[in-house]
């Protein structure tokens, strides 16, 4: 456990000794408030005190941008540079390596969700109060985008561990989530069992329950399991290059 953590605090600061987190972080807010505000009509076009489309925004931008950049580094990058085997003769378990690595991504990523909470702060507490707010949709969104970033970022540490090159880690892991996302809208344009397989392996299917208030359980599973098994299957790959 002192591995780990070792590993993930190192990881997380490694963020911040270079450009990524602030990069990352500025234009990640910069294209969320131009879509939540100004994309047909954003949010004043809604005329309603909500932040759905907040948190319909927030998981394509998780996918297209944010988890890509942060996850591409993680392994490949170690690969690279030649550190991945000092770092696998170390005395720690490759599982140690594994969700340290996981950990101190998540918790950029995590960071940058966070921070979103100042939109809802600001435009219905203070200095603005546009309105009386339903809290329950928002914390079941914030719910389901913690889950849905667990999961994503687990993919990602798993192609940068499948791959020897950032760039290429970058464009699977976007390629990946994105399909993952879009996999909703084609469900929807989809009759009997294909739709249906579709919509269940949909991030975006997956969302929806969060963004309207309700939790449910398998929505729940589903994240959870994704998460787990891209994590399992990560950590074999770093176990067989280790005896390779």
Do not use: H
């Amino acid at each position: 456990m002192a591995a780990m953590m070792t590993i993930a605090r190192r990881e997380f600061r490694s963020y911040f000794d270079s450009p990524i987190a602030y990069v990352v972080i500025c234009l990640s807010f910069l294209a969320l408030g131009l879509m939540f505000f100004m994309y047909r009509g954003g949010f004043w076009q809604v005329d309603r005190a909500t932040l759905q489309t907040m948190f319909d925004y927030v998981p394509f931008g998780l996918s297209c941008l944010v988890v890509p950049v942060v996850t591409m580094r993680l392994v490949a990058e170690e690969k690279r540079s030649g550190t991945l085997e000092m770092l696998i003769t170390l005395p720690v378990k490759d599982s140690d390596v594994i969700l340290g690595k996981y950990f101190g991504a998540l918790g950029l990523v995590l960071v940058l969700v966070l921070a979103t909470l100042a939109y809802p702060l600001a435009m219905f507490k203070f200095p603005w109060v546009l309105g009386s707010l339903d809290y329950g949709p928002i914390l079941t969104g914030y719910f389901g985008l913690i889950l849905f970033s667990a999961a994503a970022t687990a993919i990602g540490l798993l192609i940068s561990a499948l791959t020897e090159s950032q760039a290429v880690a970058f464009f699977i892991t976007f390629f990946v989530l994105v399909v993952l996302w879009f996999l909703g809208t084609a469900a929807e344009t989809q009759p009997g069992t294909l739709g249906a397989v579709l919509a269940y392996v949909s991030f975006q299917s997956r969302m929806q329950g969060f963004n309207r208030g309700v939790i449910d359980s398998r929505d729940v599973v589903f994240f959870l399991s994704v998460t787990v098994i891209a994590l399992v299957i990560a950590f074999r790959a770093l176990e067989r290059r280790k005896w390779a």
